[in-house]
């Protein structure tokens, strides 16, 4: 592959999701629903006080995204990081240009690589800013006081946010393994709606099996156990050893999703 190639073809591609409405209001939601979530428990009296940090959300801003962290891993991550990427290549199929696009001087391989960076990118940015608006509704609406850890330490708000700010970046690499998952879905099936709906459906799956009783190390092959590696990011002392396998599992889901979905649109009969 030429790099100058996959990089047109990224940039084409960044530029379709930039005008399509999905991508649009799933960003727009993004922003909004912090902001929402923030003023809803600014003026009720009850709190949801059997999640993480669910106490302190009248009372420290930075448990604000702390709680949108928890709740976002059940359904918000896959959907967000599948919008675009369950889209991408089904999108062809449904508008029948796979053939036109192939006769242009990029091959499949180049196609595949600037589409899966484009799902990627889509993935990284949506995730970035619903943690820079979880921040920003919790300093907004609560305000920035000091915040209790799970440890009950009392975090200052420099130190708070340092921690807040590492504890969503723990929920990239699963959210990626999320959008490689679409992007498989969106090769394998040739359909946008089950390129967003099965890693939703897996995901919530995957929640369920981690309620039940089973053997710890299959839990740790679940995708969706590596959302809550931030945990030890809010203990003192803080331990790591989650986080660092959590990223392990992630980009096994990545390399694994993204070989086999390269491997079927190789195959793939275009004219069929």
């Known amino acids: 592959m030429r790099m100058g190639r996959w990089l047109t073809v990224t940039s084409v591609e960044c530029a379709k999701v930039s005008a399509q409405a999905v991508a649009r209001i799933a960003l727009a939601l993004s ?52 919008v675009v990427g369950g889209d991408l290549f089904s999108s062809e199929d449904r508008h029948g240009t796979w053939s036109s696009v192939l006769t242009r001087s990029c091959t499949r391989g180049e196609i595949f690589a600037g589409k899966v960076i484009t799902a990627l990118a889509f993935a990284t940015v949506a995730v970035s800013v619903l943690a820079a608006s979880s921040v ?8 920035q006081r000091p915040l209790v850890d799970l440890s009950g330490v009392l975090r200052e708000p420099a ?63 679940l995708l969706t156990a590596s959302f809550g590696a931030w945990h030890g990011l809010l203990a003192e002392p803080p331990y790591y050893r989650p986080l660092i396998h959590g990223t392990i599992v992630s980009s096994a889901y990545v390399a694994v999703c993204l070989t086999l979905a390269y491997r079927l649109l190789q195959r793939r009969d275009i004219g069929g």
Do not use: K, Y
């Not at 009248?58 to 599948?82: D, M, N, Y």
């Not at 590492?166 to 690499?173: D, E, H, K």
């Open 136 to 143: 920003a509704a919790g300093v907004i609406v609560v305000g």
């Open 159 to 221: 130190e708070a946010l340092t921690r807040v700010v590492l504890a969503w970046a723990t929920a990239l690499p699963p959210a990626l393994g999320f959008t490689a998952m679409a992007v498989l879905a969106s090769i394998a099936t040739r359909s946008s709606a089950a390129g967003i709906g099965l890693p939703v459906v897996i995901g919530l799956a995957m929640q369920l099996c981690t309620l039940l009783d089973g053997p710890e190390a299959i839990r740790r092959l």
């Open 31 to 82: 922003i909004a629903g912090p902001f929402a979530f923030a003023a809803a428990m600014r003026v009720q009296t009850s709190v949801p006080a059997d999640t993480l940090f669910g106490r302190s959300v009248t009372e420290s801003g930075f448990a604000i995204p702390l709680v949108i962290l928890g709740f976002a891993a059940l359904w918000a991550f896959p959907v967000l990081t599948s």
